[in-house]
């Protein structure tokens, strides 16, 4: 980084940055352990977030599962690559079979897609990693085997996922099977977890995807008449994808294509580049005002047009395109809240890491089942818990994101980069949390990349979140009179307490200072840790 970061700027928090030649950040402690371990046996940044993404289905299954599905972007030393490991329909979903419905089931069989999480941890270990994925596993089938206490949000989220998912199929058994979720500090094993990813290390994911254990998943699915059959496991792939990318603030901020809303954050960025959004403070009303409706236009957008990208209506660059992006700019009264609709380019409950090594390799990875423990649905004997990305479908024939089999629905799950001007990496990071991670990217960014705020600061600073219309949520944290200004501008403030709501996302980052180590921050609302050596 050219400009040197700001370490006088900070927000309430009982976080430190931390700095050092690698580096771990992630929401659950014990996952982060989990990668620096990797990396003191000799292993790389990949090996590390491999190892950290398998110990968070153990330890976080309030936000993740071996049923879940991935996303990463590698900074290989020399250039970047992109994953997208996510599942797809089965194969028989059509509209017909929702019929009756008005959205997409968010529970039981009728959500589940394809499970990708487990494509993932062996694409990378097969193109970057140095360990073998025995080795890479063998933190989280000790946390599974032996028992991990319970931390405190975890604790949280799972009596919160206990009380709406407990009548699912394998839900309790796997859970809570005392009958009860277990209590914060409690120590919960899950034997049967460990010994699934013990098959799925040995036989490099073969077991989960075409052996026995997706055989035990096929069979359950019999079981309820769901329609996932083998031959949908069978067929699943990790596709590497081509970055979708924006400049900003002297450098670029990179996210990987649809089925993702990663696109969102460049739209959005890309409309402040025209506001020059850095001539005002950070946490001004007029700043806010300005990130604000960019992000309600590009959400906008979002929802109209992001599908699987073998079913989007024109190529997704065409909503980056600088002529469109002045268009969408113009639309925004600097003194007024506005309601946008989409525009007409062609016409001009997860968990994310973030892991980082002395040679400069460094990983940008997230993982999820989407709704908290997902579907519910758990397969007995195999402590598989399986997402509900169908949820992500939509109903509507008119629209590209229409139910469809072998489909990737839209996904809320996104990793991101940002590279410096000589296209150097700048930061590994992201944002979990829903509808929150494209607004949480677009904050992070603007506060590390224009206002060179440390990560830890950008990380602690109050966010703010679009809900519809003019609709936007405040942590309470922050200054009564902007959000009066905010409020006279025609903003519809609510205010929620960010320890309370856990709708504020929980974020990571890792930046590369060009004197060679990094500097690394992890979320002060949630449990996570950020570990250097």
């Known amino acids: 980084m050219k400009e040197a970061l700001d370490f006088d700027v900070s927000y309430p928090s009982h976080r430190a940055p931390m700095m050092g030649r690698n580096a771990v950040a992630t929401s659950q402690p014990l996952a982060a352990q989990a990668g620096i371990r990797m990396l003191q046996q000799g292993g790389n940044a990949v090996d590390a977030a491999i190892a950290t993404a398998i110990a968070l289905t153990v330890l976080e299954p309030t936000g993740n599962g071996i049923g879940s599905d991935a996303f990463a972007i590698i900074w290989d030393g020399k250039e970047l690559h992109g994953l997208n490991a996510s599942g797809r329909a089965p194969a028989a979903w059509n509209p017909e079979r929702f019929a009756g419905h008005s959205q997409m089931p968010e529970t039981g069989w009728d959500a589940v897609t394809v499970p990708g999480a487990v494509s993932a941890w062996v694409t990378l270990a097969e193109r970057f990693g140095t360990l073998p994925l025995t080795t890479l596993a063998q933190p989280a089938i000790e946390y599974a085997r032996d028992g991990f206490p319970v931390s405190p949000l975890i604790g949280q989220l799972w009596q919160r996922g206990y009380k709406k998912l407990k009548d699912q199929p394998g839900f309790t058994a796997c859970f809570a099977p005392e009958g009860r979720p277990p209590r914060i500090g409690e120590l919960f094993r899950n034997p049967a977890q460990a010994e699934t990813l013990q098959k ?7 077991s989960f995807y075409r052996g026995e254990l997706a055989e035990k998943i096929a069979a359950f699915a019999r079981e ?10 069978k067929n699943h792939r990790a596709d590497w994808v081509k970055l979708l990318s924006h400049p900003f603030a002297g450098g670029s901020v990179q996210e990987l294509p649809p089925n993702g809303q990663g696109i969102a954050t460049l739209i959005a960025l890309g409309i402040l580049e025209e506001w020059d959004i850095g ?12 990130s604000i409706e960019a992000m309600k236009l590009a959400l906008v957008d979002l929802e109209r047009y992001v599908t699987d990208e073998d079913h989007l209506e024109f190529p997704a660059d065409l909503l980056l395109s600088e002529g469109y992006l ?60 399986l997402q509900n990305r ?21 996904h809320t799950i996104i990793p991101a980069f940002a590279l410096d001007a000589e296209g150097q990496p700048l930061m590994s990071f992201g944002l979990m949390g829903g509808p929150m991670q494209a607004q949480g990217h677009l904050q992070l960014a603007l506060r590390i990349m224009k206002h060179k705020q440390n990560p830890q600061a950008a990380i602690d600073a109050p966010r703010w979140r679009v809900v519809q219309g003019r609709e936007v949520v405040f942590e309470s944290t922050i200054d009564r009179n902007t959000l009066s200004t905010l409020r006279r501008m025609g903003h519809n403030v609510v205010l929620e307490d960010p320890l309370s709501s856990y709708n504020f996302g929980g974020a990571q980052v890792i930046v590369r200072d060009p004197q060679g180590f990094y500097i690394a921050a992890t979320e002060s609302r949630k449990d996570g840790q950020a570990l250097v050596y």
């Open 200 to 206: 799925i290390a040995e036989s490099n994911g073969e």
């Open 279 to 290: 001539q005002y403070a950070p946490d001004s009303p007029q700043w806010l005002h300005l």
């Open 326 to 385: 002045k268009q969408r700019a113009a639309l925004i009264n600097p003194r007024q809240a506005g309601d946008f609709t989409f525009g007409s380019p062609q016409q001009s409950g997860t968990v994310y890491l973030s892991t980082a090594d002395a040679s400069g390799m460094m990983v940008s990875f997230i993982q999820s089942n989407y709704m908290g423990f997902g579907s519910g649905v758990v397969v007995p004997g195999t402590g598989i818990s």
């Open 224 to 233: 309820h008449n769901a329609a996932l059959t083998l031959e949908d496991l």
């Open 390 to 410: 169908g949820a992500g479908f939509s109903l509507d024939a008119d629209h590209p994101n229409v139910v469809a089999g072998n489909k990737r629905p839209f």
